[in-house]
């Protein structure tokens, strides 16, 4: 198993670009979600989804979009990149939606707006 | 939400020492605790977890602890070695859901 896989791994976007992350898991687990991870601040919850065709948001989802067509894939689109987001975004998945246990997390990727 | 609070934000030990990395958390319908480990430029990784019908669990070197009724968890890790150096960050998800909210860090190093 490839586990959880992020793609790319770095970005670099001007202020107003827009982009999506991938997120992609091949351990048929059914719970996604999306980090930011900023110096001091620990990870932070973006969004979420419980299964295919359900997403909900999390502590901080301004600025970002989501959606779940298959179990496998999560993209994460940034709709016009801010400063502000410049951030270490992580993926991550788990077996169930509703028992908290272990999440695993991909790579990450590194964005950087200028 | 849940708020999560994490101290210390930096703790050095000698080799062979113990560290204690303690956390307080606000929600108390939150029943899961698990503790990451990220090194530099990785991902995080569970080193632990406890919920809450639980006090205490080890493995091997790490224990957690959790007291509901203060709404606190600890991380204790014994016997420390240099690769134990990392950022550890504690967590907390409420009942129901598999949201995590987490600590702040504490950058742990481990001095040889």
């Known amino acids: 198993n490839a586990g959880v896989t992020q793609t790319p791994k770095f970005q670099v976007l001007k202020t107003g670009q827009s982009m999506t992350l991938q997120c992609a898991q091949d351990?048929?687990?059914?719970?996604m979600s999306w980090y930011r991870q900023d110096p001091g601040m620990g990870l932070r919850l973006i969004h979420y989804s419980v299964g295919a065709g359900i997403t909900d948001q999390g502590e901080v989802p301004n600025g970002y979009n989501v959606s779940r067509s298959t179990t496998e894939d999560f993209p994460l689109r940034l709709l016009s990149a801010a400063p502000s987001q410049t951030s270490v975004y992580f993926c991550a998945s788990s077996y169930s939606p509703a028992t908290p246990d272990e999440q695993y997390f991909g790579p990450g990727t590194r964005l950087t707006v200028t | 939400g849940e708020n999560v609070e994490q101290h210390p934000s930096t703790l050095s030990v000698q080799e062979g020492d113990s560290a204690v990395i303690k956390c307080t958390y606000s929600d108390s319908a939150s029943n899961y605790f698990p503790w990451y480990k990220q090194e530099l430029g990785k991902r995080p990784q569970l080193i632990i977890d406890i919920r809450s019908n639980v006090g205490e669990k080890k493995d091997q070197r790490i224990a957690v602890t959790l007291n509901k009724t203060a709404k606190h968890f600890s991380l204790h890790i014994t016997e420390t070695q240099p690769e134990d150096s990392a950022v550890y960050f504690c967590?907390?998800?409420?009942?129901?859901?598999?949201?995590?909210?987490f600590g702040t860090g504490t950058r742990l190093t481990v001095i040889p």
């Open positions: 351990m048929n687990h059914e719970y």
């Open positions: 967590a907390a998800s409420i009942g129901g859901a598999n949201n995590l909210f």
